[in-house]
């Protein structure tokens, strides 16, 4: 098996485009939750969200394959934004790879049919009694859908505009695992690297459901904060006293993993060496996490013994931190399954307190935060943090507490990701990866852990 690194960053996120704008962001507490603007939500009684605006991914579309944005949802163009980024942050020309050794494997999920573009057929299609009636369009326009219009509503359509944007000829997969589809995507990246499938595969995730269906779908689920007395960037308060819910987010994230000899070679900056990867599934409810936390548990062990990492050695955890009240409850307990007495004494942070949660997309977008975490030695806060909850005790990083620096010698760091397999609030997949990572060659010193589980 071969060593596998990030050697590449790219992220599409609501407080930031770019790696380094997205990370300013995060250190600073800015938040990118807004009303929403991407379609008319004065009527609904959810009118915020972690939404990208104005983002155009035509930098990094050739001009003979400009067409292909008639055929990209939001997602698809957030991912092809974010994997030209993460490319141009890896230094990697693609003219010079061997198309046949980049594979791409991204984590997606439901992609939002295009309301204001088919609701002027449907309304002339669908007869007063409610059934579809072909015979009431013009004889001479028996067709008026856009002749590519179902490609928009593929996932696999992600990791295609990927391959073809960037003459990827390799594996090519999509993770639809609901929100830990991003994690997921970079484990099976991994593995197509680390088995000499590919020599470099472009992975993550990329979600959008900023729309007005899947907005009526999430509010009726009761998934979503209903709090109207706040400004909307202080919604979303993961592991805080008064949590009602998440805001729904949007965006992508891309890491460039790469076999570790031919980095070097090329003399490319390393932030992370992934070590293992692992999932599981507590079987316990589509609508609710297991309360004794027994499958992210057991993620986290999986991550950790696969990495040969003692959990007296992790010194920060990023977590899902989704601003539930169930799941948030649920990721202390297994925090304090692994790690005992020490959990009280590891910083612990959520930035979907600035972003909101991205659904497919937030694992990715979040490792992307990690590997900035470390290369910059700050980790970032959990903003609206001010009535902690005492069901969540750890040892949890607020906008208002002093940065932590990172220990003397490895530093150690532990991402949780909660997602969801089902419809409903909680679910119960879980899948981790473990990695370290250094920015110096020869030997990495500083690690990395990560784990992911299904729930919201």
């Not at 059934?131 to 859908?145: A, K, W």
């Not at 694992?363 to 970032?380: H, K, R």
Request: aromatic share 6%.
């Amino acid at each position: 098996m071969r060593r596998v690194v990030v050697t590449g960053l790219g992220v599409v996120a609501p407080n930031g485009v770019g790696k380094d704008d997205f990370w300013d962001a995060c250190v600073n507490g800015r938040s990118g939750v807004r009303e929403i603007t991407s379609f008319d939500a004065s009527s609904f009684p959810i009118k915020i969200a972690g939404e990208v605006k104005n983002f155009d991914p035509t930098p990094f579309i050739p001009d003979s394959m400009r067409k292909s944005l008639k055929v990209m949802g939001r997602a698809a163009r957030f991912g092809v934004g974010a994997a030209g980024l993460a490319i141009e942050d890896a230094g990697i020309s693609m003219e010079n790879e061997n198309p046949e050794r980049v594979g791409v494997v991204v984590g997606t999920g439901i992609v939002p049919v295009d309301m204001p573009e088919i609701m002027p057929m449907l309304q002339r299609i669908v007869s007063d009694n409610g059934t579809f009636d072909l015979n009431n369009l013009d004889q001479s326009n028996t067709t008026p859908m856009f002749p590519l219009w179902l490609l928009r509503l593929l996932p696999n359509m992600i990791s295609a505009h990927i391959s073809m944007m960037f003459n990827a000829q390799g594996p090519n997969s999509t993770v639809t695992t609901a929100c830990v589809a991003g994690t997921q995507a970079i484990g099976e990246g991994f593995r197509m690297v680390a088995r000499g499938e590919a020599d470099l595969a472009i992975a993550g995730g990329s979600d959008s459901r900023l729309d007005p269906l899947l907005l009526m779908a999430y509010t009726a689920l009761g998934t979503l904060s209903s709090r109207t007395d706040l400004p909307p960037e202080e919604v979303s308060r993961p592991f805080d006293r008064l949590r009602d819910g998440f805001v729904l987010g949007e965006g992508a994230g891309i890491l460039i993993l790469e076999d570790l000899d031919r980095a070097r070679k090329r003399g490319a900056k390393v932030y992370a060496e992934v070590l293992g990867f692992g999932s599981s599934f507590d079987a316990y409810s589509i609508i609710k996490p297991d309360p004794q936390g027994k499958g992210a548990a057991r993620a986290i062990r999986n991550a950790l013994d696969e990495a040969r990492v003692d959990p007296s050695e992790i010194g920060y955890i990023n977590a899902h931190g989704t601003s539930t009240r169930l799941n948030d409850q649920m990721e202390t307990v297994a925090v304090k399954k692994v790690f005992g007495s020490k959990a009280r004494t590891i910083p612990i942070s959520s930035i979907k307190s600035m972003i909101g949660h991205s659904i497919a997309a937030s694992g990715a977008i979040e490792a992307v935060a990690l590997a900035m975490s470390l290369s910059e030695n700050v980790v970032p806060p959990t903003i609206n943090l001010r009535n902690p909850d005492p069901n969540c005790d750890p040892r949890l990083r607020t906008a208002d507490s002093p940065r932590p620096q990172p220990p003397a010698g490895p530093l150690n760091q532990l991402w949780l990701r909660r997602a969801k397999r089902c419809a409903g609030d909680e679910g119960g997949l879980t899948s981790a990866f473990s990695t370290p990572t250094s920015t110096l060659y020869p030997s990495p010193h500083v690690r990395l852990c990560m784990s992911a589980s299904c729930s919201m």
